[in-house]
C-alpha cells in the first residue's frame, strides 16, 4: 500500500562516502517518522538511524554515530542517509522503513519497508 524508492547505494572504498535516499508518497510524509537499516549476509537486520515527521529530533546507532547523519527535504518528501568516513563493516544492504510514531530502533513498530540498497565497502 505504501511504495519506498531507496537509492545511492553504490561500491566505495574505506574512508569514502555515499548518500542514500528514501523517496515516499505524498500521504506519508505528514504522518510518518523515517528509520534507516542495514543488513549484512548472514547477519541479523540493524537498527542505523532514525528522524521524526518534524525533522527535528534524531537517533543514530553507537556504531555510526559521528559519521551518519539523517535529514529530510520536505518539498521532495525525501529522507536522506549521508554516510561518511565508510568503514568495510558498513557493508550491508540499506533499508528505509516507515513508522507512525518515532519508533527509533524499535524495528517491530515499522509499517513499511523499501526493497533495500545495497552498500559495499572495500579496497
Known amino acids: 500500500q505504501v511504495q519506498l524508492a531507496e537509492s545511492g547505494g553504490g561500491l566505495v572504498q574505506p574512508g569514502g562516502s555515499l548518500r542514500l535516499s528514501c523517496t515516499m508518497p505524498?500521504?506519508?510524509?505528514?504522518?510518518?517518522?523515517t528509520g534507516w537499516f542495514r543488513q549484512a549476509p548472514g547477519k541479523e537486520r540493524e537498527f542505523v538511524a532514525g528522524i521524526a515527521r518534524g525533522g527535528i529530533t534524531t537517533y543514530y546507532a553507537q556504531s555510526v554515530k559521528g559519521r551518519f547523519t539523517i535529514s529530510r527535504d520536505d518539498a521532495k518528501t525525501t529522507v536522506f542517509l549521508q554516510m561518511n568516513s565508510l568503514k568495510p563493516e558498513d557493508t550491508a544492504v540499506y533499508y528505509c522503513a516507515l513508522s507512525p510514531r518515532f519508533a527509533q530502533d524499535r524495528e517491530k513498530e515499522y509499517d513499511f519497508w523499501g526493497h533495500g540498497t545495497q552498500v559495499t565497502v572495500s579496497s
Open positions: 505524498e500521504q506519508t510524509w505528514r504522518t510518518y517518522s
